[in-house]
Protein backbone atom coordinates (compact mmCIF):
# COMPACT_ATOMS: atom_id res chain seq x y z
CA UNK A 1 0.00 0.00 0.00
CA UNK A 2 1.06 3.81 -1.07
CA UNK A 3 1.79 6.59 1.48
CA UNK A 4 2.12 9.70 1.19
CA UNK A 5 5.86 11.93 1.64
CA UNK A 6 6.58 15.40 2.43
CA UNK A 7 8.31 17.44 -0.48
CA UNK A 8 10.59 20.61 0.53
CA UNK A 9 11.75 23.19 -1.76
CA UNK A 10 15.03 24.76 -0.61
CA UNK A 11 15.63 28.43 -1.18
CA UNK A 12 13.13 31.35 0.12
CA UNK A 13 11.46 28.41 1.27
CA UNK A 14 13.63 26.46 4.00
CA UNK A 15 15.74 29.58 3.61
CA UNK A 16 15.16 33.27 4.02
CA UNK A 17 17.09 33.28 0.93
CA UNK A 18 18.73 31.68 -2.10
CA UNK A 19 21.94 28.91 -1.38
CA UNK A 20 23.65 30.61 -4.39
CA UNK A 21 25.78 33.21 -2.52
CA UNK A 22 26.61 30.76 -0.17
CA UNK A 23 27.83 28.17 -2.49
CA UNK A 24 29.74 30.50 -4.23
CA UNK A 25 31.58 31.85 -1.60
CA UNK A 26 32.67 28.16 -0.42
CA UNK A 27 33.39 27.20 -3.90
CA UNK A 28 35.62 31.07 -4.64
CA UNK A 29 37.06 30.04 -0.54
CA UNK A 30 38.58 26.89 -1.61
CA UNK A 31 39.22 28.23 -5.41
CA UNK A 32 36.87 25.59 -7.22
CA UNK A 33 36.09 27.95 -9.15
CA UNK A 34 37.40 31.57 -10.06
CA UNK A 35 35.60 33.64 -11.76
CA UNK A 36 31.84 34.68 -11.27
CA UNK A 37 28.99 34.09 -13.84
CA UNK A 38 27.71 37.62 -16.06
CA UNK A 39 25.04 39.47 -13.41
CA UNK A 40 25.22 36.60 -10.69
CA UNK A 41 25.45 39.41 -7.46
CA UNK A 42 23.00 41.45 -9.03
CA UNK A 43 20.32 38.09 -9.81
CA UNK A 44 21.05 36.49 -6.22
CA UNK A 45 19.88 39.97 -4.83
CA UNK A 46 16.76 40.06 -7.44
CA UNK A 47 15.98 36.67 -6.00
CA UNK A 48 16.01 36.80 -2.43
CA UNK A 49 13.48 39.89 -3.16
CA UNK A 50 10.88 38.74 -5.34
CA UNK A 51 11.82 34.91 -5.91
CA UNK A 52 12.56 32.81 -8.94
CA UNK A 53 12.88 34.91 -12.37
CA UNK A 54 13.56 33.74 -15.77
CA UNK A 55 16.98 35.38 -15.35
CA UNK A 56 17.51 33.87 -12.38
CA UNK A 57 16.63 30.29 -13.58
CA UNK A 58 18.62 31.15 -17.11
CA UNK A 59 21.94 31.68 -14.50
CA UNK A 60 21.13 28.21 -12.97
CA UNK A 61 21.13 26.41 -15.89
CA UNK A 62 24.12 28.05 -17.04
CA UNK A 63 26.19 27.20 -14.24
CA UNK A 64 27.13 23.86 -16.00
CA UNK A 65 29.74 25.39 -18.03
CA UNK A 66 31.45 26.72 -14.84
CA UNK A 67 31.49 23.51 -14.18
CA UNK A 68 32.50 21.79 -17.40
CA UNK A 69 35.86 20.00 -17.75
CA UNK A 70 36.40 20.09 -13.47
CA UNK A 71 36.17 16.80 -11.65
CA UNK A 72 33.86 16.00 -9.43
CA UNK A 73 35.49 15.41 -6.44
CA UNK A 74 36.89 19.15 -6.11
CA UNK A 75 33.58 19.82 -5.33
CA UNK A 76 33.38 17.58 -2.38
CA UNK A 77 34.66 19.76 -0.12
CA UNK A 78 33.31 23.17 -1.13
CA UNK A 79 29.87 21.43 -0.58
CA UNK A 80 30.52 20.73 2.95
CA UNK A 81 31.64 23.65 3.88
CA UNK A 82 28.68 25.33 2.28
CA UNK A 83 26.25 22.92 4.24
CA UNK A 84 27.51 24.05 7.61
CA UNK A 85 26.95 27.75 6.33
CA UNK A 86 23.83 27.12 4.52
CA UNK A 87 22.53 24.95 7.85
CA UNK A 88 22.98 27.68 10.20
CA UNK A 89 20.53 29.69 8.33
CA UNK A 90 17.41 27.43 7.62
CA UNK A 91 14.44 28.66 9.60
CA UNK A 92 14.06 26.82 12.58
CA UNK A 93 10.48 26.33 12.51
CA UNK A 94 11.05 24.28 8.87
CA UNK A 95 12.89 21.84 11.33
CA UNK A 96 10.52 21.26 13.41
CA UNK A 97 8.17 20.76 10.58
CA UNK A 98 10.15 18.28 9.42
CA UNK A 99 10.67 16.23 12.62
CA UNK A 100 7.25 16.35 12.71
CA UNK A 101 6.56 14.67 9.02
CA UNK A 102 9.26 12.34 10.28
CA UNK A 103 6.94 11.32 13.61
CA UNK A 104 4.71 10.56 11.04
CA UNK A 105 6.31 8.16 8.98
CA UNK A 106 6.73 10.06 6.44
CA UNK A 107 9.88 10.35 4.17
CA UNK A 108 10.91 14.29 3.74
CA UNK A 109 12.20 14.83 0.07
CA UNK A 110 14.05 17.82 -0.52
CA UNK A 111 13.63 19.00 -4.29
CA UNK A 112 15.57 21.88 -6.29
CA UNK A 113 16.87 22.56 -9.26
CA UNK A 114 20.46 23.37 -7.02
CA UNK A 115 22.82 20.20 -8.51
CA UNK A 116 22.79 17.31 -6.77
CA UNK A 117 26.47 17.52 -5.57
CA UNK A 118 26.29 20.34 -4.58
CA UNK A 119 23.51 20.36 -2.07
CA UNK A 120 23.21 16.67 -1.02
CA UNK A 121 25.94 17.25 2.40
CA UNK A 122 23.25 19.67 3.36
CA UNK A 123 20.25 17.60 2.87
CA UNK A 124 22.12 14.47 4.73
CA UNK A 125 22.92 17.72 7.78
CA UNK A 126 19.02 18.69 7.66
CA UNK A 127 17.86 14.84 7.56
CA UNK A 128 16.02 14.32 4.44
CA UNK A 129 15.48 10.68 3.53
CA UNK A 130 15.77 11.76 -0.47
CA UNK A 131 16.87 14.23 -2.41
CA UNK A 132 15.96 15.55 -5.82
CA UNK A 133 17.84 17.85 -7.76
CA UNK A 134 19.80 18.61 -11.04
CA UNK A 135 22.39 15.79 -11.54
CA UNK A 136 25.73 16.85 -14.13
CA UNK A 137 26.69 14.41 -16.26
CA UNK A 138 29.85 12.69 -15.42
CA UNK A 139 32.21 11.61 -17.77
CA UNK A 140 34.15 8.23 -17.49
CA UNK A 141 37.44 9.73 -16.00
CA UNK A 142 35.02 11.68 -13.30
CA UNK A 143 34.61 15.41 -14.84
CA UNK A 144 31.79 17.46 -15.69
CA UNK A 145 31.24 17.66 -19.78
CA UNK A 146 28.54 20.81 -19.18
CA UNK A 147 25.05 18.84 -19.93
CA UNK A 148 22.78 17.62 -17.50
CA UNK A 149 21.97 14.15 -16.97
CA UNK A 150 17.99 13.69 -16.69
CA UNK A 151 15.20 16.17 -15.84
CA UNK A 152 16.43 19.83 -14.84
CA UNK A 153 15.14 19.95 -12.12
CA UNK A 154 12.83 23.37 -11.97
CA UNK A 155 8.92 23.92 -13.18
CA UNK A 156 7.76 20.83 -15.23
CA UNK A 157 10.85 19.27 -14.89
CA UNK A 158 10.72 19.43 -10.97
CA UNK A 159 7.31 17.78 -11.43
CA UNK A 160 8.81 14.81 -13.45
CA UNK A 161 11.33 14.21 -11.56
CA UNK A 162 9.35 13.89 -8.93
CA UNK A 163 6.71 11.83 -9.95
CA UNK A 164 9.51 9.12 -11.35
CA UNK A 165 11.12 9.17 -7.67
CA UNK A 166 7.22 8.51 -6.07
CA UNK A 167 6.74 6.00 -9.15
CA UNK A 168 10.15 4.27 -8.19
CA UNK A 169 9.66 4.21 -4.04
CA UNK A 170 5.90 3.60 -4.27
CA UNK A 171 4.56 7.33 -2.75
CA UNK A 172 0.88 8.63 -3.40
CA UNK A 173 0.98 12.24 -4.53
CA UNK A 174 -2.69 12.81 -3.26
CA UNK A 175 -1.23 11.69 0.12
CA UNK A 176 1.67 13.94 0.30
CA UNK A 177 2.72 17.10 1.27
CA UNK A 178 4.62 20.03 -0.85
CA UNK A 179 5.69 23.42 0.35
CA UNK A 180 7.34 26.19 -2.02
CA UNK A 181 7.74 29.86 -2.15
CA UNK A 182 7.45 29.93 -6.03
CA UNK A 183 4.77 30.36 -8.89
CA UNK A 184 7.26 28.28 -11.11
CA UNK A 185 6.47 25.65 -8.81
CA UNK A 186 2.76 25.58 -9.49
CA UNK A 187 2.81 21.87 -11.05
CA UNK A 188 4.34 20.18 -7.98
CA UNK A 189 1.98 21.90 -5.56
CA UNK A 190 -1.03 20.90 -8.04
CA UNK A 191 0.02 17.26 -7.60
CA UNK A 192 -0.15 16.65 -4.01
CA UNK A 193 -2.85 16.35 -1.76
CA UNK A 194 -1.27 18.97 0.60
CA UNK A 195 0.09 21.97 -0.86
CA UNK A 196 1.42 24.91 1.17
CA UNK A 197 2.34 28.26 -0.02
CA UNK A 198 5.61 29.17 2.00
CA UNK A 199 6.88 32.96 1.97
CA UNK A 200 5.55 32.96 -1.19
CA UNK A 201 6.28 34.96 -3.87
CA UNK A 202 3.57 37.52 -5.60
CA UNK A 203 2.22 35.43 -7.97
CA UNK A 204 1.75 32.23 -6.00
CA UNK A 205 0.18 34.56 -3.21
CA UNK A 206 -2.50 34.86 -5.43
CA UNK A 207 -3.00 31.87 -6.70
CA UNK A 208 -2.88 30.49 -2.99
CA UNK A 209 -5.26 32.84 -1.69
CA UNK A 210 -7.80 31.45 -5.12
CA UNK A 211 -7.50 28.11 -4.21
CA UNK A 212 -7.83 28.46 -0.34
CA UNK A 213 -4.40 26.82 0.30
CA UNK A 214 -2.30 27.54 3.49
CA UNK A 215 0.21 30.26 2.97
CA UNK A 216 2.78 29.76 5.89
CA UNK A 217 6.17 31.57 7.21
CA UNK A 218 9.06 29.46 8.74
CA UNK A 219 10.50 32.00 10.42
CA UNK A 220 7.56 32.95 12.58
CA UNK A 221 5.23 30.91 14.90
CA UNK A 222 2.64 28.82 13.13
CA UNK A 223 -0.23 30.77 12.45
CA UNK A 224 1.28 33.76 12.83
CA UNK A 225 0.54 36.17 10.09
CA UNK A 226 2.75 38.39 7.67
CA UNK A 227 1.54 40.38 5.11
CA UNK A 228 1.65 38.86 1.77
CA UNK A 229 4.61 39.83 -0.62
CA UNK A 230 6.13 42.11 1.95
CA UNK A 231 6.19 39.81 4.89
CA UNK A 232 5.87 41.97 7.40
CA UNK A 233 4.59 40.83 10.64
CA UNK A 234 1.39 41.78 11.37
CA UNK A 235 2.79 42.51 15.24
CA UNK A 236 4.76 44.99 13.93
CA UNK A 237 2.68 46.84 12.04
CA UNK A 238 0.74 47.06 15.24
CA UNK A 239 3.55 48.18 16.99
CA UNK A 240 3.92 50.83 13.41
CA UNK A 241 0.02 51.58 14.50
CA UNK A 242 0.83 52.05 18.34
CA UNK A 243 2.93 55.16 18.98
CA UNK A 244 2.66 56.33 22.36
CA UNK A 245 1.09 60.06 20.58
CA UNK A 246 -2.19 57.42 20.19
CA UNK A 247 -2.51 57.25 23.81
CA UNK A 248 -2.24 60.94 25.24
CA UNK A 249 -3.92 60.33 28.39
CA UNK A 250 -1.04 57.54 29.45
CA UNK A 251 2.83 58.50 29.46
CA UNK A 252 5.43 55.63 29.37
CA UNK A 253 8.64 55.57 31.55
CA UNK A 254 10.35 52.34 30.47
CA UNK A 255 14.00 51.24 31.56
CA UNK A 256 15.78 48.72 31.70
CA UNK A 257 15.24 47.66 27.63
CA UNK A 258 18.98 46.17 27.50
CA UNK A 259 18.05 43.26 29.53
CA UNK A 260 15.62 41.95 27.13
CA UNK A 261 18.14 40.09 24.30
CA UNK A 262 18.28 41.50 21.17
CA UNK A 263 18.07 37.77 19.67
CA UNK A 264 17.20 34.50 20.44
CA UNK A 265 14.49 32.79 22.80
CA UNK A 266 13.42 34.69 26.56
CA UNK A 267 10.30 34.37 28.33
CA UNK A 268 8.72 38.04 29.69
CA UNK A 269 7.04 37.88 32.99
CA UNK A 270 5.16 40.80 34.47
CA UNK A 271 2.76 41.53 37.12
CA UNK A 272 -1.11 42.31 36.28
CA UNK A 273 -2.65 45.12 37.51
CA UNK A 274 -4.79 46.57 34.59
CA UNK A 275 -6.70 46.04 31.37
CA UNK A 276 -4.41 48.50 30.49
CA UNK A 277 -1.14 46.35 31.02
CA UNK A 278 -1.46 44.76 27.38
CA UNK A 279 -0.67 48.11 25.70
CA UNK A 280 1.98 48.61 28.04
CA UNK A 281 3.35 45.75 26.69
CA UNK A 282 2.93 46.46 22.98
CA UNK A 283 5.29 49.72 24.28
CA UNK A 284 7.60 47.50 25.89
CA UNK A 285 7.78 45.20 22.82
CA UNK A 286 8.13 48.41 20.46
CA UNK A 287 10.33 50.26 22.05
CA UNK A 288 12.50 46.61 22.31
CA UNK A 289 12.47 46.07 18.28
CA UNK A 290 11.04 42.19 18.79
CA UNK A 291 7.87 40.34 18.69
CA UNK A 292 6.68 38.01 21.31
CA UNK A 293 4.28 35.09 21.42
CA UNK A 294 1.19 36.32 24.13
CA UNK A 295 -0.22 33.85 26.12
CA UNK A 296 -4.17 34.94 26.52
CA UNK A 297 -7.00 32.57 27.67
CA UNK A 298 -8.80 30.92 25.23
CA UNK A 299 -12.03 32.41 25.52
CA UNK A 300 -11.24 35.19 23.53
CA UNK A 301 -9.80 32.93 21.22
CA UNK A 302 -13.10 31.05 20.56
CA UNK A 303 -14.49 34.67 19.57
CA UNK A 304 -15.55 34.50 16.20
CA UNK A 305 -12.96 37.02 14.31
CA UNK A 306 -11.11 38.51 17.61
CA UNK A 307 -9.59 34.84 18.16
CA UNK A 308 -8.57 34.54 14.45
CA UNK A 309 -6.56 38.07 15.18
CA UNK A 310 -5.04 37.08 18.05
CA UNK A 311 -3.58 34.00 16.64
CA UNK A 312 -2.54 36.53 13.79
CA UNK A 313 -0.43 38.66 15.74
CA UNK A 314 0.50 35.75 17.60
CA UNK A 315 -1.25 34.83 20.72
CA UNK A 316 -1.54 31.03 22.09
CA UNK A 317 -4.67 30.37 23.46
CA UNK A 318 -5.02 28.99 27.39
CA UNK A 319 -7.44 26.49 28.46
CA UNK A 320 -7.32 26.88 31.81
CA UNK A 321 -10.01 24.19 32.34
CA UNK A 322 -7.04 21.80 31.43
CA UNK A 323 -3.93 22.88 32.72
CA UNK A 324 -2.62 24.87 29.66
CA UNK A 325 -0.74 21.82 28.66
CA UNK A 326 -1.23 22.73 24.94
CA UNK A 327 -0.56 26.20 25.18
CA UNK A 328 2.48 24.99 27.15
CA UNK A 329 4.01 22.90 24.35
CA UNK A 330 3.02 25.89 21.69
CA UNK A 331 5.29 28.12 23.52
CA UNK A 332 7.93 25.59 24.11
CA UNK A 333 7.85 25.33 20.15
CA UNK A 334 8.19 29.22 19.72
CA UNK A 335 10.76 29.26 22.42
CA UNK A 336 12.59 26.71 20.44
CA UNK A 337 12.48 28.36 17.17
CA UNK A 338 14.41 31.85 18.81
CA UNK A 339 11.20 33.58 19.49
CA UNK A 340 10.32 35.25 22.94
CA UNK A 341 7.22 34.47 25.21
CA UNK A 342 5.34 36.91 27.25
CA UNK A 343 3.13 36.16 30.03
CA UNK A 344 1.41 37.44 33.24
CA UNK A 345 1.84 34.36 35.77
CA UNK A 346 -0.56 35.56 37.82
CA UNK A 347 -3.18 34.98 35.44
CA UNK A 348 -5.43 37.62 36.39
CA UNK A 349 -6.26 41.07 37.65
CA UNK A 350 -5.99 40.49 42.04
CA UNK A 351 -9.53 41.56 43.25
CA UNK A 352 -10.41 43.85 45.99
CA UNK A 353 -7.70 43.79 48.71
CA UNK A 354 -5.43 41.50 47.29
CA UNK A 355 -4.75 43.50 44.68
CA UNK A 356 -2.40 45.63 47.49
CA UNK A 357 -0.78 42.19 48.50
CA UNK A 358 3.36 43.28 48.34
CA UNK A 359 3.23 39.60 47.92
CA UNK A 360 2.36 38.25 44.57
CA UNK A 361 1.19 34.57 43.68
CA UNK A 362 1.88 33.25 40.24
CA UNK A 363 1.02 29.88 38.78
CA UNK A 364 3.77 27.55 37.91
CA UNK A 365 3.63 27.94 33.77
CA UNK A 366 6.73 30.43 33.40
CA UNK A 367 9.35 28.16 35.70
CA UNK A 368 8.14 24.77 33.85
CA UNK A 369 8.68 26.97 30.26
CA UNK A 370 11.90 28.03 31.84
CA UNK A 371 13.20 24.43 33.31
CA UNK A 372 11.93 23.05 29.41
CA UNK A 373 13.40 25.51 27.22
CA UNK A 374 16.55 26.81 29.56
CA UNK A 375 15.19 29.85 28.03
CA UNK A 376 15.93 33.05 30.48
CA UNK A 377 13.23 34.78 32.46
CA UNK A 378 12.96 38.24 32.01
CA UNK A 379 10.80 39.65 35.05
CA UNK A 380 9.00 43.19 34.54
CA UNK A 381 7.50 45.23 36.74
CA UNK A 382 4.24 47.84 35.67
CA UNK A 383 3.12 50.07 37.97
CA UNK A 384 0.32 52.82 37.50
CA UNK A 385 -1.49 51.04 34.92
CA UNK A 386 -4.25 50.57 37.06
CA UNK A 387 -5.06 54.44 36.79
CA UNK A 388 -5.24 54.52 33.20
CA UNK A 389 -8.03 51.07 33.30
CA UNK A 390 -9.08 50.29 36.57
CA UNK A 391 -10.60 47.31 36.89
CA UNK A 392 -13.84 48.81 37.92
CA UNK A 393 -14.40 50.37 34.29
CA UNK A 394 -15.30 49.02 31.16
CA UNK A 395 -12.86 51.94 29.44
CA UNK A 396 -9.78 53.36 30.03
CA UNK A 397 -10.29 56.99 30.76
CA UNK A 398 -9.49 58.63 26.84
CA UNK A 399 -10.59 61.81 28.26
CA UNK A 400 -7.23 62.76 30.68
CA UNK A 401 -4.88 64.26 28.23
CA UNK A 402 -4.20 67.41 30.26
CA UNK A 403 -2.69 65.25 33.08
CA UNK A 404 -2.23 61.67 32.14
CA UNK A 405 -0.63 59.33 34.68
CA UNK A 406 2.60 57.85 33.99
CA UNK A 407 3.06 53.67 33.35
CA UNK A 408 6.18 53.08 34.98
CA UNK A 409 8.10 49.97 33.91
CA UNK A 410 11.04 48.55 35.04
CA UNK A 411 12.82 45.31 33.06
CA UNK A 412 14.93 43.68 35.56
CA UNK A 413 18.28 41.52 34.61
CA UNK A 414 17.40 37.31 33.94
CA UNK A 415 16.00 35.46 37.10
CA UNK A 416 18.45 33.30 38.64
CA UNK A 417 16.31 29.47 38.95
CA UNK A 418 17.60 26.50 40.17
CA UNK A 419 14.95 24.24 37.75
CA UNK A 420 14.37 21.60 40.97
CA UNK A 421 10.85 23.00 41.95
CA UNK A 422 8.54 24.66 39.74
CA UNK A 423 7.09 25.91 42.80
CA UNK A 424 10.29 27.56 44.29
CA UNK A 425 11.16 28.58 41.23
CA UNK A 426 7.80 30.30 40.89
CA UNK A 427 8.57 32.30 43.58
CA UNK A 428 11.72 33.52 42.67
CA UNK A 429 10.20 35.00 39.46
CA UNK A 430 7.60 36.56 41.38
CA UNK A 431 10.00 37.64 43.74
CA UNK A 432 12.05 39.31 41.21
CA UNK A 433 9.20 40.76 39.26
CA UNK A 434 8.48 42.92 42.83
CA UNK A 435 11.98 44.06 42.64
CA UNK A 436 10.58 45.69 39.54
CA UNK A 437 8.49 47.78 41.56
CA UNK A 438 8.92 51.08 43.18
CA UNK A 439 8.89 50.97 47.17
CA UNK A 440 5.18 51.41 48.13
CA UNK A 441 4.46 48.43 46.03
CA UNK A 442 5.73 46.56 49.03
CA UNK A 443 4.42 48.17 51.68
CA UNK A 444 1.81 46.26 53.43
CA UNK A 445 -1.07 48.15 54.14
CA UNK A 446 -5.25 47.61 54.79
CA UNK A 447 -6.78 49.40 51.54
CA UNK A 448 -9.75 52.02 52.65
CA UNK A 449 -13.37 51.20 50.55
CA UNK A 450 -12.90 53.51 48.38
CA UNK A 451 -9.83 52.30 47.25
CA UNK A 452 -10.84 48.66 46.98
CA UNK A 453 -13.40 50.07 44.59
CA UNK A 454 -11.42 50.69 41.39
CA UNK A 455 -9.35 46.99 42.11
CA UNK A 456 -12.86 45.08 42.04
CA UNK A 457 -14.04 43.92 38.77
CA UNK A 458 -17.35 45.45 37.19
CA UNK A 459 -19.58 42.24 36.38
CA UNK A 460 -18.00 39.58 38.45
CA UNK A 461 -17.83 35.93 37.06
CA UNK A 462 -20.28 33.06 37.21
CA UNK A 463 -22.71 35.56 38.66
CA UNK A 464 -21.20 35.97 41.61
CA UNK A 465 -20.61 39.26 43.46
CA UNK A 466 -16.94 38.84 44.93
CA UNK A 467 -14.92 40.82 46.53
CA UNK A 468 -17.37 43.73 46.44
CA UNK A 469 -17.36 46.25 49.22
CA UNK A 470 -19.87 47.01 50.93
CA UNK A 471 -22.84 49.40 49.11
CA UNK A 472 -21.20 48.55 45.11
CA UNK A 473 -24.00 48.27 42.97
CA UNK A 474 -21.97 48.20 39.88
CA UNK A 475 -23.31 45.02 38.71
CA UNK A 476 -27.03 45.15 37.92
CA UNK A 477 -28.71 43.42 40.73
CA UNK A 478 -31.33 41.73 38.47
CA UNK A 479 -28.51 39.81 36.65
CA UNK A 480 -27.00 38.96 39.83
CA UNK A 481 -30.46 37.33 41.46
CA UNK A 482 -31.55 35.55 38.33
CA UNK A 483 -27.76 34.28 38.67
CA UNK A 484 -28.28 33.06 41.69
CA UNK A 485 -31.45 31.55 41.28
CA UNK A 486 -31.06 29.55 38.09
CA UNK A 487 -34.07 31.04 36.56
CA UNK A 488 -34.11 32.02 32.51
CA UNK A 489 -33.94 34.76 31.08
CA UNK A 490 -35.34 36.15 27.84
CA UNK A 491 -32.81 34.75 25.90
CA UNK A 492 -30.45 33.57 28.23
CA UNK A 493 -29.81 30.23 29.49
CA UNK A 494 -31.04 27.97 32.56
CA UNK A 495 -27.76 27.71 34.59
CA UNK A 496 -25.72 28.92 37.34
CA UNK A 497 -24.75 31.71 35.21
CA UNK A 498 -27.48 33.95 33.96
CA UNK A 499 -27.01 35.61 30.53
CA UNK A 500 -26.11 39.05 30.25
CA UNK A 501 -26.40 41.42 27.99
CA UNK A 502 -23.92 41.60 24.78
CA UNK A 503 -20.35 43.19 25.76
CA UNK A 504 -21.14 42.30 29.50
CA UNK A 505 -20.83 38.08 28.79
CA UNK A 506 -17.32 37.40 29.26
CA UNK A 507 -17.17 35.87 25.80
CA UNK A 508 -17.74 39.45 24.15
CA UNK A 509 -16.53 41.94 27.45
CA UNK A 510 -14.37 44.45 25.34
CA UNK A 511 -11.82 44.28 27.79
CA UNK A 512 -11.08 40.08 28.25
CA UNK A 513 -7.74 39.14 29.61
CA UNK A 514 -5.21 38.53 26.98
CA UNK A 515 -2.50 37.74 29.13
CA UNK A 516 -3.35 34.94 31.41
CA UNK A 517 -1.26 32.29 31.87
CA UNK A 518 -0.94 28.58 32.59
CA UNK A 519 -1.26 26.78 35.48
Known amino acids: MSSGAAIFDLDRTLLQGGTGPLLSRAMYDLGVVTRKLPGEKLLYGMFDLIGETLPSIFLARQATLVAKGREMATFDEAAIAAAEAIAEVVHPFALSLIEQHKAAGRPVVLATTTPHHLIKPLADRLGFDHVIATRYTITEDGRFDGSITGNFVWSRGKIAAVREWAAREDIDLAESFAYSDSIYDLPLLSAVGSPAAVNPDPRLTLYAVARGWPIVHFDVSPGVFKVPVVGIELQRLLFLASPPLLTPYARFDIAGLENIPRTGPAILVANHRSYFDLQTMIQVLRASGRTARALGKKEIFDVPGIGAIATALGGI???????????????????????????????????????????????????????????????????????????????????????????????????????????????????????????????????????????????????????????????????????????????????????????????????????????
Open 317 to 519: AVDRGTGGQDSFENAAVSLEGGEMVALMPQGTIPRGEKFYDPVLKGKTGAARLAAMSRAPVIPIGIWGSEQVWPRSSAMPNVLNVTSPPTVRVRIGEPVELKYRSPVADTRRIMAAIVDCLPPEARERRQPTEAAIRPATPRWPRRGVQRDLPPGNCCWNSTYQAVAHAGRRMPGGWVGKRARMPRGRHPVHSRHRDLTAAPT
